[in-house]
C-alpha cells in the first residue's frame, strides 16, 4: 500500500484527524494528484501523519477554503507523560523534516493545537503568528447570548423584527456566488480564480451531511448575506460569506451567523470562525464572544510571493 493508501483508511477510522487534513476534503481542495501525505509508523501503526498539498515541483503550500493543515499525532493516553510525549513528538517531526528537505519551497498552516515548532525552526523555518476565533461550548445558547457584545445582539434582533429576515440552509450555489462577488467588488477585489475548488468543497460537504450554504432572506425575497459552513465532530467552520452591499444596514449577516452557530450546535461543540487579519472583519468575529487563539503559518524558501498570493485570498474568503 502506497503512503495515500494507508492514509485513507486511517481517514476512514480516526475521529480525531482535523476537517481539513481528510481524504475526501484534500481531493476536492488540492484535487487528487496535487497532495501527498507523510507517515511516522511504529509496528504497522500510524503515529503520525503530515499531509501535503503540492502545486508545482518542490513547492509544499495551503489550498484555498483550507485553513490548517500541519502534522497530526495520534492521541495519547491521558497518563501520557508531558516530557516523553513531546520527545516523541519533536523526533516525528525531525523525520517529516528531513523528507521535507526534497522541497525547497514550503508554506503551511499549522492546526491551532499544535503548539510546539521548535523542531522547525532548529532546521531553518520560519514562523508567523495568525489568529482565528473559537466559540467553545455552542450547545449553550444562553451562555452565547450573554456573551455577546450588545451591538451583534442589536444587529440579529433588528434583522429579525425590523427587516424580517429569515434564514434558509440549503440555497443554490449561484446565489451564493453571486452575493459573494459582490462583496469583493464592495472591497474593489476581483473573485477568486478557484471557483470551481468552492463548488467542489460544497458539493463534497453536501454529499457527507457536513456541510452546506446558508441565505439571508428579507419578505420579499431578497438575499441579504450568505455563509459556507462546515463541520464534523470536533468543529464547525465559517469558510466563505459574504452580503449584498446595498443591503447591508439590516444586520442579517449577524443573524446568519447565529443561525448557522445554533444549527451546528448539533453536530458540534466548537464553531471555528476561521480568524482574519483585516481589523473589522477581527472585530465582528470577537463581538461574537469568540476567543481570539492562535496558530502558526510556518515558510522556508523563496515563498514572499506565494505567500502573499495566499494571504490575498485567504483574507478575500
Request: aromatic share 14%; glycine share 6%; proline share 5%.
Amino acid at each position: 500500500m502506497t503512503n495515500k493508501d494507508k492514509y485513507r483508511l486511517l481517514c476512514s477510522n480516526e475521529s480525531s484527524l482535523p476537517l481539513f487534513s481528510r481524504d475526501w476534503w484534500l481531493d476536492a481542495a488540492c484535487g487528487e494528484t496535487k497532495w501527498d501525505v507523510l507517515l511516522a509508523e511504529e509496528k504497522g501503526k500510524i503515529r503520525a501523519a503530515m499531509p501535503l498539498y503540492i502545486p508545482h515541483e518542490g513547492v509544499v503550500s495551503m489550498p484555498v477554503y483550507t485553513q490548517t493543515m500541519g502534522p497530526w499525532f495520534t492521541p495519547e493516553p491521558k497518563d501520557a507523560k508531558y516530557t516523553r510525549t513531546l520527545g516523541q513528538r519533536q523526533a516525528i517531526c525531525k523525520e517529516f523534516i528531513d523528507i521535507l528537505k526534497a522541497y525547497p519551497h514550503f508554506l503551511q498552516n499549522f492546526n491551532y493545537r499544535i503548539t510546539d515548532w521548535l523542531p522547525f525552526y532548529w532546521e531553518g523555518y520560519k514562523q508567523t503568528t495568525r489568529y482565528t476565533y473559537l466559540l467553545n461550548n455552542i450547545q449553550d445558547e444562553n451562555l452565547l447570548w450573554e456573551n455577546m457584545s450588545p451591538n451583534i445582539r442589536r444587529n440579529i434582533t433588528k434583522a429579525k423584527e425590523k427587516f424580517l429576515i429569515t434564514t434558509r440552509k440549503g440555497i443554490s450555489v449561484d446565489d451564493f456566488l453571486k452575493i459573494q462577488s459582490l462583496t469583493f467588488e464592495r472591497q474593489h477585489l476581483s473573485p477568486p480564480k478557484k471557483k470551481d475548488t468552492l463548488i467542489r468543497l460544497i458539493s463534497a460537504c453536501r454529499q457527507r451531511n457536513q456541510g452546506d450554504l446558508w441565505g439571508a432572506y428579507d419578505d420579499k425575497g431578497n438575499l441579504h448575506a450568505v455563509a459556507f459552513i462546515a463541520w464534523q465532530e470536533s468543529s464547525a467552520y465559517y469558510l466563505a460569506g459574504g452580503g449584498d452591499p446595498a443591503l447591508r444596514a439590516s444586520g442579517a449577516h449577524s443573524l446568519l451567523l447565529w443561525d448557522c452557530i445554533r444549527y451546528t450546535s448539533r453536530h458540534t461543540v466548537l464553531f471555528d470562525f476561521e480568524g482574519s487579519m483585516i481589523p473589522g472583519v477581527e472585530r465582528f468575529f470577537r463581538e461574537f464572544g469568540a476567543i481570539q487563539t492562535p496558530f502558526f503559518t510556518i515558510t522556508k524558501g523563496n515563498l514572499s510571493l506565494l505567500y502573499r498570493v495566499w494571504l490575498k485570498i485567504k483574507e478575500r474568503i
